[in-house]
């Protein structure tokens, strides 16, 4: 069965600094993953996804995700940080078999000025 | 079309009621995936269903929990009797393939005293 984990439930860093929240992901088959975002007393929103097009994937408000099947990983990163940019962010990966989509325990971000 | 939505947004019930919990999916969806989130446990998949018939419902917690989808319009989610630890955030959300974005409702926070 496919798992996803994602180390460091809270990730805080200055304005301006590179983001990096990382995913690591379990899958017997090559799996869709994906990277959503939830704002406070909101639902999930995505952010980006892997489909096995480009492993360099980018997705909105500058934030784009790296799959390393090597490393087991699809980490996200934007080189820049935005006081906006604080919320809850999910890793999630889906079997192209069973359908499922399943969601990491989620990473919080913090953006200080 | 409107989104994912979800009613009631807020739910406060006394230990042993019924509560039932609803969704309208996107128009012409073909999935539709209920989750619960806590603090504790993060973001869990409870059941999810395609075309309308549910495909596994390994993550329904116990038998006090139930789900249907009569048509492709809606969708419940039924806790009989709940119990204090039900208390969550409860979300919908549909996807129109396995590998397309899944979109979420707002959520239903149930409180259970």
């Known amino acids: 069965a496919q798992s996803v984990t994602q180390l460091g439930s809270h990730v805080s860093v200055s304005e301006g600094a590179l983001v990096l929240l990382r995913c690591n992901y379990s899958?017997?088959?090559?799996?869709?993953l994906f990277w959503y975002v939830q704002y406070p007393n909101q639902g999930l929103q995505l952010l980006l996804k892997?489909?096995?097009?480009?492993?360099l994937v980018k997705g909105i408000n500058g934030f784009e995700a790296e799959f390393k099947k090597s490393e087991t990983s699809f980490h996200l990163t934007k080189p820049s940080a935005h006081m906006s940019d604080a919320a809850e962010y999910f890793c999630?990966?889906?079997?192209?078999?069973?359908?499922?989509?399943?969601f990491g325990t989620g990473t919080r971000l913090q953006v200080f000025p | 079309d409107a989104g994912v939505i979800q009613s009631p947004r807020h739910e406060v019930t006394e230990m042993g009621q019924e509560v039932t919990l609803r969704c309208k999916p996107i128009?012409?969806?073909?999935?539709l995936f209920w989750y619960r989130q806590t603090m504790m446990r993060g973001l869990e998949l409870l059941i999810y269903?395609?075309?309308?018939?549910?495909?596994?419902d390994s993550g329904m917690p116990e038998d006090r929990f139930s789900a249907k989808m009569p048509n492709a319009s809606f969708s419940t989610l039924k806790i009989q009797p709940s119990e204090p630890r039900d208390s969550a955030v409860y979300f919908c959300?549909?996807?129109?393939?396995?590998?397309?974005?899944?979109?979420f409702g707002q959520g239903t926070r149930l409180t259970v005293v």
């Open positions: 959300a549909s996807s129109e393939r396995v590998n397309t974005e899944a979109f």
């Open positions: 899958s017997s088959v090559p799996p869709y």
């Open positions: 892997y489909t096995s097009a480009a492993t």
């Open positions: 999630a990966v889906s079997d192209p078999r069973t359908d499922k989509l399943i």
């Open positions: 128009s012409g969806h073909d999935y």
């Open positions: 269903f395609n075309n309308n018939v549910p495909i596994d």
